[in-house]
């Protein structure tokens, strides 16, 4: 490691640094085209949801019925005839994965420090409707390689 070292320090070609500037313009267009193009859905999307977590700790009365949701396209109505999974169950993989990921974090040398998992997470959440929106209209992934070497760089730069 040492003669790697004095070697040459490490330097990014012109094609690697446009890839990787490419990556943060694609996540920029994809954040803008959904909030411009589907802002009516997200906002139902995000009032269902919204209700849907008010629910985890609310306990539905008798004869109280959900209200009625919006139908959105053919895949929803299609969904509508099998049941829903409880809203607890995703609550409960969720804790579970963070705490998981936690506990690997802190008992293995993977030099991936907490914030990291909580940052990492953060990130999927604010890009999950905007690449599922891309991802059902043209099947095409937004690609989370770039996010995961920023942090590992903002992590190396750190400490």
């Known amino acids: 490691m040492e003669a790697y070292r004095q070697y040459s320090p490490l330097y990014y070609s012109a094609g690697y640094n446009l890839v990787f500037g490419a990556y943060f313009a694609q996540y920029t267009a994809a954040l803008l085209y959904a909030l411009l193009e589907h802002w009516d859905q997200i906002k139902i999307g995000a009032k269902i949801g919204v209700r849907q977590v008010k629910s985890l700790w609310k306990k539905k ?33 969720t804790l579970l994965a963070f705490v998981f990921g936690v506990i690997a ?37 937004l690609s989370a390689s770039s996010w995961i070497e920023l942090i590992a760089r903002m992590y190396k730069s750190l400490w």
Do not use: N
């Open 61 to 93: 009365e008798e004869g109280e019925e959900d209200e009625e949701r919006p139908e959105l396209d053919v895949h929803f109505k299609l969904m509508k005839q099998y049941p829903e999974a409880s809203q607890w169950w995703f609550a409960v993989v």
């Open 105 to 141: 974090c802190e008992v293995y040398d993977t030099t991936m420090p907490v914030w990291g998992i909580v940052l990492t997470m953060a990130l999927a959440a604010v890009f999950l409707v905007p690449a599922g929106i891309i991802f059902a209209i043209s099947v095409s992934l």
